[in-house]
């Protein structure tokens, strides 16, 4: 398939170090430094561990998926491009696209929310603060945000690249210190019944997993960046394979460094348990810097994902493929200050009404109909189409894998579950398929007034 007009005007000058890098970026953020006391909780004991287990298993199946994809199709746009070949660039595909974009305009502005709500849990370990005052905090943090990314050439790469060194240098003192202190019994002794395989524990497990897949999401940003990826059809599906193995093996290390120094009955109410970890092995002193450490992860990875989000709608819109006020670039500084500034918005509204738990889960559910399932199936109806040499990267045993996919994000789709929002009780299931069908209807809305498929004469 020949390059898109804006993809031809990219450099590939992304090798498999690179990619790999920006890859696990994406990846780590708050995340694994926030969601130990809710695996824990769900799972009920030390046996959380296989919560983080099933989360890096789901993570290879789907980067399978991404892979195929990413390596038959090494354009910018990531899942944008693949719903629209997959399904038909003049007719369903248009839907799907539309889709993919309308659930990114509620489920960018929750991954925002998140890593503000992780910011201030854990300031709270420096600053004692009250709901009220904590809440404050969520939102002057986006609003912040949205001050020092409402200017142009802002230096996203080496900021990045400072999150990453963070990050690396933080998890890694973190096993280093739980090493040194490890108590095996903490670990490896369970309660009676920890291991009985009934609904209840494969129901804890479906709530914790939707916690840890939340801190592997990322494993597919390489895919976004298709068309500055040298020798695509190789990199692109080693850089996937490579990040989630590597980002894996850390948070198991993480975790039972973790569980060998604070108890778990402990460490599932902690709303700062990387805080008290430290705390537990060095003193008061280090505990304040690694929580230091963590506000800057945290501020760093929602600066760099909210001036990435920013940029999708924007590129659609430019496309044609979306609300044509989304294409504005601010008249001087020439950046898409529309669309940041409607993201950020909704970021802040989201970073007040929510908790993590709930908005963890609210994530995977807006993603997983048209973004996991759809471009599984997707494969699936190109795997028919399209000749095998239009795949350099096959995946073992297919189909095999993407059945697995499909089945296992359907399980994680109904353990979303449900949350509480101002006292009503909201069932996160519904509220995705709602949130489709209104896209839906929006798209036929607007195809129906520029007399576009499927309304064309």
């Known amino acids: 398939m020949a390059e898109s007009a ?14 790999t890098s920006l890859n696990m970026i994406d990846m780590v953020g708050i995340g694994p430094f926030v969601v130990v006391p809710l695996v824990i909780q769900d799972m009920g004991g030390p046996q959380a561990l296989a ?9 290879l199946l789907d980067g399978c998926v991404w892979a195929e994809l990413g390596a038959a199709m090494p354009e910018a746009g990531g899942s944008y491009v693949f719903l629209r070949e997959a399904y038909g660039a003049k007719k369903w595909g248009r839907l799907m696209s539309f889709l993919f974009i309308w659930q990114t305009m509620f489920q960018a502005p929750l991954v925002m929310a998140s890593a503000a709500i992780g910011f201030g849990e854990y300031l709270m370990y420096l ?12 939102g002057a943090l986006i609003v912040f945000l949205l001050f020092l990314l409402y200017r142009k050439n802002t230096p996203i790469g080496k900021i990045s690249m400072l999150i990453w060194a963070g990050v690396v240098a933080t998890m890694v003192w973190l096993i280093f210190g739980g090493v040194t202190h490890f108590k095996g019994a903490q670990v490896f002794t369970y309660a009676e019944g920890a291991w009985n395989f009934s609904w209840a524990f494969f129901a804890g497990l479906g709530a914790a997993t939707v916690r840890t897949i939340y801190t592997y999401l990322g494993y597919y940003n390489v895919c976004h960046l298709g068309a500055e990826i040298r020798d695509p059809q190789r990199n692109i599906p080693k850089s996937i394979f490579i990040s989630i193995i590597g980002i894996a093996v850390l948070y198991l290390l993480m975790q039972t460094s973790i569980l060998g120094v604070v108890p778990w009955q402990e460490a599932q109410t902690s709303k700062f348990i990387v805080s008290t970890f ?37 590129a659609a819109a430019v496309d044609g493929t979306f609300f044509s006020a989304f294409a504005r670039v601010h008249p001087t500084k020439h950046f ?46 190109l795997r028919r189409r399209w000749p095998p040499k239009r795949f ?40 995705a398929m709602v949130l489709t069908l209104t896209g839906a209807g929006v798209f036929l809305a607007r195809a129906r007034v520029a007399k576009e498929w499927p309304f064309e004469k």
């Open 51 to 59: 919560a983080w287990v099933a989360g890096a298993a789901l993570s």
């Open 278 to 314: 430290v705390e537990r092995i060095y003193g008061t002193g280090a505990a304040k810097f690694a929580t230091v450490m963590i506000l800057w992860i945290a501020f760093g990875s929602l600066f760099a994902l909210t001036l990435g989000y920013s940029r999708v709608p924007y």
């Open 127 to 138: 600053v004692p603060l009250g709901p009220v005052a904590e809440r404050a905090v969520r």
């Open 336 to 381: 898409p200050h529309v669309s940041l500034l409607a993201l950020g918005a909704t970021a802040l509204v989201f970073s007040l009404l929510f908790r993590l738990r709930e908005v963890i889960s609210a994530i995977l559910a807006m993603r997983i109909l048209v973004q996991f399932i759809g471009g599984a199936v997707g494969l699936m109806v």
């Open 6 to 19: 804006n993809s031809a005007k990219l450099e590939r000058g992304l090798g498999l170090a690179e990619a």
């Open 392 to 431: 350099p990267f096959k995946m073992w045993f297919y189909p095999l894998p993407v059945v697995l996919v499909v089945a296992a994000w359907a399980a994680v789709f109904v353990a979303t579950g449900s949350i509480e929002v101002l006292g009503a009780r909201i069932d996160l299931r519904l509220a």
